[in-house]
């Protein structure tokens, strides 16, 4: 059995493990308040450029662009957000799933898949699995620059315009709430036109200043931008929220562990006092 | 009073949202001014000032760059944080690629799609058997 050493040494570590697991905790529900407020704060840009490009879709315009062309696809680029850091349950490994399933999908339609990571466990994840990684953005930090994504989404961009790849999907967790993370994987490329059912074919279309390829060029690339920054962002409050959970699930644990050591403690405790007394009491009686 | 709806917004925040009798901007071509009931427009920004004018009220806002919509009883202006230049962007394109690179240094580059299902499986079993531990307790 073991002694009553041993057990006391245990649960002081197990108490000093979840000291630390409950102050992550705390951390992590402090940053999950910034993250969700970074995420509101982005949102208004994002649904503005959104509406700016369903009327660009509506209108009849001059010049058909490259992002609304079906091409007949041979290869798909997929950009993955994923988390710098672990500790946050199932929220990266539930993501890298899907995306795994939709490549193994497109391979069966014998179309091929390259990978643009965001993230550091994304490209840890993908260099032990192997996969054509095209560019990589890591150590954003908790409010991240859109300027530190404009290098990734423009690789991918350019290869879209080299003809390298055909598709382009965005893969992610979107914030549902505190406990729920939905992992989803969006087409990009090609952009998939607004529904116009109701509408009448619209005549009309933009005054461009100055020419309408120069400017839709420049619009699209900052909307796959902005969708790409939303993504990233909405991704970090998923983030912190999963840690907090994790964490307090954690925290919970070492607690159960504590209360079953305790257990066993008095359990030895006693068993050493009623031995020494036993022997007492058998010494005595010998003389 | 005949007014306009008027959005401005940026990546990282909302700056304005409001009605007007008219707007002025620097277009990349030039100063534009628009009033109510504008025909559709869509032009790109130049670093300068956006002045909203409501009435006798004027608001002004300073623009490093973006894009300006107009559609007869809205303006949208999507005003970039950051100044933004080709050459710029060049460069943190090659950034992100030499990253990669770096990262995947001598790498293959087919999935391992077997390996990949598997270690995820793994994982997954992983965090249900956790999950499964504390519905006992």
């Given at each position: 059995m073991a002694n009553t050493k041993e057990v006391r040494k245990q649960i002081a570590s197990i108490k000093s493990t979840q000291k630390i697991t409950s102050a992550m905790e705390m951390v992590a529900a402090s940053k999950m308040k910034k993250t969700q407020d970074t995420m509101l704060e982005g949102r208004p840009y994002s649904l503005k450029i959104k509406d700016v490009i369903s009327h660009v879709a509506l209108a009849n315009s001059e010049y058909p662009h490259p992002f609304y062309e079906e091409r007949a696809p041979k290869k798909a680029c997929f950009i993955v957000v994923s988390s710098d850091k672990g500790l946050c349950g199932g929220l990266n490994i539930n993501l890298f799933k899907q995306v795994i399933s939709k490549s193994a999908e497109l391979n069966q339609q014998e179309i091929g898949s390259c990978f643009a990571l965001i993230g550091t466990k994304a490209s840890s994840f993908f260099k032990s699995v192997g996969g054509e990684v095209i560019a990589v953005a890591e150590k954003l930090g908790d409010k991240?620059?859109?300027?530190?994504?404009?290098?990734?989404?423009?690789?991918?961009?350019?290869?879209?315009?080299?003809?390298?790849?055909?598709?382009?999907?965005?893969?992610?967790?979107?914030?549902?709430?505190?406990?729920?993370?939905?992992?989803?994987?969006?087409?990009?490329?090609?952009?998939?036109?607004?529904?116009?059912?109701?509408?009448?074919?619209?005549?009309?279309?933009?005054?461009?200043?100055?020419?309408?390829?120069?400017?839709?060029?420049?619009?699209?690339?900052?909307?796959?931008?902005?969708?790409?920054?939303?993504?990233?962002?909405?991704?970090?409050?998923c983030e912190q929220a999963a840690k907090m959970i994790a964490m307090k699930n954690a925290t919970d644990n070492a607690g159960d562990l504590i209360k079953e050591l305790e257990l066993l403690y008095n359990n030895v405790r006693q068993a050493a006092i009623t031995q020494e007394l036993s022997e007492i009491v058998g010494g005595a009686s010998a003389v | 009073m005949n007014t306009i709806k008027i959005n401005i917004v940026s990546s990282s925040e909302e700056i304005y949202s409001g009605e007007a009798t008219m707007v002025?901007?620097?277009?990349?071509?030039?100063?534009?001014?628009?009033?109510?009931?504008?025909?559709?427009?869509?032009?790109?920004?130049?670093?300068?000032?956006?002045?909203?004018?409501?009435?006798?009220?004027?608001?002004?806002?300073?623009?490093?760059?973006?894009?300006?919509?107009?559609?007869?009883?809205?303006?949208?202006?999507?005003?970039?944080?950051?100044?933004?230049?080709?050459?710029?962007?060049?460069?943190?394109?090659?950034?992100?690629?030499?990253?990669?690179?770096?990262?995947?240094?001598?790498?293959?580059?087919?999935?391992?799609?077997?390996?990949?299902?598997?270690?995820?499986?793994?994982?997954?079993?992983?965090?249900?058997?956790?999950?499964?531990?504390?519905?006992?307790?």
């Open positions: 991240p620059n859109p300027d530190d994504l404009i290098g990734l989404t423009k690789v991918v961009l350019d290869m879209h315009k080299n003809n390298d790849i055909d598709q382009a999907y965005l893969c992610s967790n979107s914030f549902v709430n505190t406990m729920t993370q939905q992992p989803n994987v969006v087409q990009l490329i090609p952009l998939a036109p607004e529904e116009q059912s109701e509408e009448a074919p619209s005549q009309w279309d933009y005054i461009y200043e100055p020419e309408a390829k120069e400017l839709l060029d420049g619009l699209l690339t900052r909307y796959i931008e902005s969708l790409v920054y939303q993504a990233v962002i909405e991704n970090n409050a | 002025f901007a620097t277009g990349t071509l030039g100063e534009l001014g628009i009033a109510p009931g504008h025909t559709p427009l869509l032009t790109g920004l130049a670093a300068g000032p956006v002045r909203v004018q409501n009435g006798s009220d004027e608001e002004t806002f300073f623009c490093s760059g973006g894009f300006l919509e107009v559609q007869p009883d809205l303006v949208t202006v999507l005003s970039d944080t950051a100044e933004r230049a080709e050459s710029l962007d060049e460069s943190e394109a090659i950034k992100a690629k030499e990253v990669a690179e770096q990262e995947l240094a001598n790498k293959d580059t087919t999935i391992d799609y077997a390996k990949a299902s598997a270690q995820l499986a793994e994982a997954v079993a992983r965090l249900k058997t956790i999950q499964k531990l504390r519905k006992k307790q």
